[in-house]
Protein backbone atom coordinates (compact mmCIF):
# COMPACT_ATOMS: atom_id res chain seq x y z
CA UNK A 1 0.00 0.00 0.00
CA UNK A 2 1.03 3.47 -1.23
CA UNK A 3 2.25 5.80 1.62
CA UNK A 4 0.71 9.11 1.80
CA UNK A 5 2.36 11.90 1.83
CA UNK A 6 2.22 14.62 4.74
CA UNK A 7 0.42 17.96 3.83
CA UNK A 8 2.78 21.15 5.00
CA UNK A 9 -1.21 21.90 6.90
CA UNK A 10 -0.68 18.04 8.97
CA UNK A 11 2.63 19.12 9.69
CA UNK A 12 1.74 23.02 10.97
CA UNK A 13 -1.06 20.45 12.97
CA UNK A 14 1.30 18.17 14.86
CA UNK A 15 3.76 21.20 15.30
CA UNK A 16 1.14 23.43 16.78
CA UNK A 17 0.73 19.91 19.32
CA UNK A 18 4.47 19.65 19.87
CA UNK A 19 4.43 23.39 21.49
CA UNK A 20 1.54 22.22 23.57
CA UNK A 21 2.90 19.50 25.01
CA UNK A 22 5.05 18.63 27.79
CA UNK A 23 7.76 17.07 26.66
CA UNK A 24 7.00 13.67 28.82
CA UNK A 25 3.18 13.30 27.24
CA UNK A 26 4.45 12.65 23.64
CA UNK A 27 3.81 8.94 23.69
CA UNK A 28 0.50 7.10 22.00
CA UNK A 29 -1.50 7.10 25.01
CA UNK A 30 -1.85 10.91 25.44
CA UNK A 31 -5.17 12.45 24.61
CA UNK A 32 -4.31 15.11 22.83
CA UNK A 33 -2.42 12.93 20.42
CA UNK A 34 -5.14 10.15 19.50
CA UNK A 35 -7.66 13.71 19.04
CA UNK A 36 -5.01 14.63 16.54
CA UNK A 37 -4.79 11.19 15.07
CA UNK A 38 -8.74 11.39 14.50
CA UNK A 39 -8.89 14.87 13.11
CA UNK A 40 -6.32 14.42 10.54
CA UNK A 41 -7.30 10.51 9.69
CA UNK A 42 -3.04 9.28 10.27
CA UNK A 43 -2.29 6.82 13.17
CA UNK A 44 -1.75 7.49 16.64
CA UNK A 45 1.64 6.10 16.12
CA UNK A 46 2.51 8.38 13.08
CA UNK A 47 1.28 11.62 14.74
CA UNK A 48 3.88 10.44 17.53
CA UNK A 49 6.84 9.86 15.66
CA UNK A 50 6.14 13.32 13.83
CA UNK A 51 6.36 14.98 17.58
CA UNK A 52 9.82 13.19 17.87
CA UNK A 53 10.88 14.60 14.45
CA UNK A 54 9.83 18.35 15.73
CA UNK A 55 12.18 17.28 19.13
CA UNK A 56 15.06 16.48 16.45
CA UNK A 57 14.77 19.95 15.04
CA UNK A 58 14.67 21.45 18.67
CA UNK A 59 18.04 23.37 20.04
CA UNK A 60 17.22 22.46 23.12
CA UNK A 61 17.21 18.67 22.71
CA UNK A 62 19.91 19.26 20.62
CA UNK A 63 22.18 20.84 23.06
CA UNK A 64 21.40 18.24 25.64
CA UNK A 65 22.55 15.35 23.07
CA UNK A 66 18.83 14.04 22.23
CA UNK A 67 18.97 13.36 18.80
CA UNK A 68 15.22 11.91 18.76
CA UNK A 69 14.11 10.63 15.39
CA UNK A 70 16.32 12.10 12.62
CA UNK A 71 13.91 10.27 9.80
CA UNK A 72 11.54 12.51 8.83
CA UNK A 73 13.36 15.99 10.00
CA UNK A 74 13.65 16.89 6.53
CA UNK A 75 9.99 17.49 6.60
CA UNK A 76 9.78 19.00 9.81
CA UNK A 77 12.51 21.19 9.48
CA UNK A 78 11.35 24.07 7.31
CA UNK A 79 8.43 23.99 9.50
CA UNK A 80 10.53 24.68 12.42
CA UNK A 81 12.58 27.59 10.71
CA UNK A 82 9.32 29.15 9.58
CA UNK A 83 8.31 29.77 13.29
CA UNK A 84 11.38 30.68 14.50
CA UNK A 85 11.34 32.91 11.42
CA UNK A 86 7.76 34.68 12.14
CA UNK A 87 5.92 33.18 15.02
CA UNK A 88 2.80 35.36 14.99
CA UNK A 89 1.80 34.33 11.08
CA UNK A 90 2.13 30.68 12.02
CA UNK A 91 0.94 30.38 15.59
CA UNK A 92 -2.18 31.64 14.19
CA UNK A 93 -2.14 29.45 10.80
CA UNK A 94 -2.17 26.50 13.04
CA UNK A 95 -4.77 27.60 14.67
CA UNK A 96 -7.20 28.38 11.91
CA UNK A 97 -6.30 25.08 10.57
CA UNK A 98 -7.04 23.44 13.42
CA UNK A 99 -10.45 25.22 13.60
CA UNK A 100 -11.25 24.12 10.15
CA UNK A 101 -10.43 20.38 10.85
CA UNK A 102 -12.70 21.04 13.98
CA UNK A 103 -15.32 22.42 11.71
CA UNK A 104 -15.58 25.50 13.45
CA UNK A 105 -14.56 29.50 12.45
CA UNK A 106 -11.98 31.16 14.71
CA UNK A 107 -14.45 33.15 16.01
CA UNK A 108 -16.50 30.85 16.92
CA UNK A 109 -13.34 28.59 18.71
CA UNK A 110 -12.16 31.38 20.46
CA UNK A 111 -15.35 32.96 21.26
CA UNK A 112 -15.01 33.48 25.13
CA UNK A 113 -11.74 35.76 23.97
CA UNK A 114 -13.46 37.54 21.61
CA UNK A 115 -16.72 38.23 22.64
CA UNK A 116 -16.29 41.90 23.46
CA UNK A 117 -14.93 42.53 19.44
CA UNK A 118 -17.98 41.50 17.50
CA UNK A 119 -18.97 45.12 16.40
CA UNK A 120 -15.04 45.76 15.37
CA UNK A 121 -14.87 45.19 11.26
CA UNK A 122 -11.81 44.77 9.08
CA UNK A 123 -8.53 44.73 9.26
CA UNK A 124 -9.09 46.72 13.19
CA UNK A 125 -10.72 43.40 14.06
CA UNK A 126 -8.56 40.76 12.47
CA UNK A 127 -5.69 42.45 14.31
CA UNK A 128 -7.41 42.14 17.85
CA UNK A 129 -8.22 38.14 16.46
CA UNK A 130 -4.85 37.39 15.70
CA UNK A 131 -3.57 38.93 19.16
CA UNK A 132 -6.06 37.32 21.02
CA UNK A 133 -5.84 33.95 19.88
CA UNK A 134 -1.89 34.33 19.41
CA UNK A 135 -1.36 35.23 23.49
CA UNK A 136 -3.93 32.06 24.27
CA UNK A 137 -1.97 30.06 22.92
CA UNK A 138 1.49 31.48 23.48
CA UNK A 139 -0.06 30.83 27.63
CA UNK A 140 -0.79 27.26 26.62
CA UNK A 141 3.04 26.86 25.20
CA UNK A 142 4.37 28.36 28.22
CA UNK A 143 2.27 26.26 30.72
CA UNK A 144 3.35 23.09 29.38
CA UNK A 145 6.45 24.32 29.23
CA UNK A 146 6.18 24.31 33.18
CA UNK A 147 4.76 20.94 33.62
CA UNK A 148 1.32 23.15 34.31
CA UNK A 149 3.15 24.55 37.83
CA UNK A 150 3.50 28.12 39.07
CA UNK A 151 7.17 28.13 38.63
CA UNK A 152 7.33 30.05 41.73
CA UNK A 153 4.74 28.07 44.13
CA UNK A 154 4.29 24.74 42.27
CA UNK A 155 0.07 25.91 42.20
CA UNK A 156 -0.92 23.49 39.48
CA UNK A 157 -5.12 24.61 39.55
CA UNK A 158 -5.39 25.97 35.45
CA UNK A 159 -7.62 28.64 35.81
CA UNK A 160 -4.64 30.32 38.56
CA UNK A 161 -1.86 30.48 35.92
CA UNK A 162 -0.33 33.35 33.34
CA UNK A 163 2.00 32.92 30.73
CA UNK A 164 4.16 36.11 32.18
CA UNK A 165 5.97 38.06 29.64
CA UNK A 166 9.54 38.61 30.52
CA UNK A 167 9.85 41.37 28.13
CA UNK A 168 6.39 42.84 27.91
CA UNK A 169 4.36 42.29 24.97
CA UNK A 170 4.23 45.61 23.56
CA UNK A 171 8.03 46.02 24.08
CA UNK A 172 9.24 43.45 21.56
CA UNK A 173 7.38 42.21 18.42
CA UNK A 174 9.83 39.74 17.73
CA UNK A 175 10.00 37.99 21.01
CA UNK A 176 6.52 38.07 21.71
CA UNK A 177 5.77 34.15 21.15
CA UNK A 178 8.64 33.26 22.19
CA UNK A 179 8.58 30.48 24.66
CA UNK A 180 12.14 31.35 26.40
CA UNK A 181 10.22 34.96 26.88
CA UNK A 182 7.30 33.48 29.69
CA UNK A 183 7.54 31.93 33.19
CA UNK A 184 4.53 30.24 34.35
CA UNK A 185 2.95 32.30 37.25
CA UNK A 186 0.27 32.07 39.28
CA UNK A 187 -1.89 35.17 39.48
CA UNK A 188 -0.62 37.11 42.75
CA UNK A 189 3.44 36.33 41.36
CA UNK A 190 2.23 37.30 37.60
CA UNK A 191 1.05 40.58 38.87
CA UNK A 192 3.92 41.22 41.08
CA UNK A 193 6.44 40.40 38.58
CA UNK A 194 4.43 42.40 35.97
CA UNK A 195 4.65 45.31 37.62
CA UNK A 196 8.36 45.25 38.75
CA UNK A 197 7.65 44.40 42.72
CA UNK A 198 9.30 40.98 42.26
CA UNK A 199 11.68 39.65 39.51
CA UNK A 200 14.17 36.61 38.46
CA UNK A 201 17.90 36.83 38.65
CA UNK A 202 19.98 34.86 36.16
CA UNK A 203 20.54 32.41 38.93
CA UNK A 204 16.70 32.19 38.23
CA UNK A 205 16.15 33.12 42.07
CA UNK A 206 13.22 35.31 42.96
CA UNK A 207 14.04 38.92 44.23
CA UNK A 208 11.81 41.27 45.99
CA UNK A 209 11.74 44.98 45.07
CA UNK A 210 12.41 47.68 47.80
CA UNK A 211 8.98 49.19 47.42
CA UNK A 212 7.64 45.45 48.98
CA UNK A 213 10.07 45.29 51.84
CA UNK A 214 9.04 48.30 52.74
CA UNK A 215 5.91 46.98 53.44
CA UNK A 216 7.97 43.68 55.50
CA UNK A 217 5.91 44.82 58.66
CA UNK A 218 2.17 43.38 57.06
CA UNK A 219 0.61 40.05 57.55
CA UNK A 220 1.02 39.40 53.94
CA UNK A 221 4.23 40.17 52.98
CA UNK A 222 5.39 37.70 56.11
CA UNK A 223 2.75 34.87 54.09
CA UNK A 224 3.39 35.99 50.62
CA UNK A 225 6.88 37.63 50.11
CA UNK A 226 9.44 36.50 52.56
CA UNK A 227 8.98 32.78 51.49
CA UNK A 228 9.75 33.59 48.27
CA UNK A 229 12.74 35.68 48.48
CA UNK A 230 15.82 34.06 46.89
CA UNK A 231 13.98 31.19 46.46
CA UNK A 232 15.06 28.74 42.87
CA UNK A 233 12.48 28.77 40.36
CA UNK A 234 10.86 25.30 39.34
CA UNK A 235 12.61 25.12 36.23
CA UNK A 236 10.73 24.26 33.03
CA UNK A 237 11.09 21.25 30.70
CA UNK A 238 13.15 23.10 27.42
CA UNK A 239 12.46 26.55 26.90
CA UNK A 240 14.56 28.38 30.19
CA UNK A 241 14.00 31.85 30.26
CA UNK A 242 16.99 33.14 27.84
CA UNK A 243 19.33 35.65 30.37
CA UNK A 244 19.19 38.43 27.66
CA UNK A 245 15.26 38.86 28.68
CA UNK A 246 15.83 38.30 32.20
CA UNK A 247 18.50 41.16 32.18
CA UNK A 248 15.29 43.59 30.37
CA UNK A 249 13.65 42.87 33.23
CA UNK A 250 15.49 43.71 35.58
CA UNK A 251 17.11 46.82 34.22
CA UNK A 252 13.85 48.48 33.02
CA UNK A 253 11.06 46.64 34.80
CA UNK A 254 12.07 45.58 37.99
CA UNK A 255 12.03 48.39 40.90
CA UNK A 256 10.62 51.06 39.00
CA UNK A 257 7.98 53.09 40.52
Request: hydrophobic content about 35%; charged content about 30%; overall charge neutral.
Amino acid sequence: MERKLWTREELILVFNLYLKLPFGKMHTRTPEIIEMANLIGRTVNSIAIRLTNFASCDPYHQNRGVKGMVGGIKQCQPIWDEFFGNKEILIFESERILAEKENKTIETKFDELLFDIKDLRGETKLREVKTRVNQNVFRQIVVANYSGKCAITGIDIPELLFASHIIPWSKNEDERLNPENGICLSALYDKAYDKGLISINEKYQVIISDKLKKKKEADYFEKYFAPIENQSLILPQRYFPKKEFIQYHLDEIFNKN
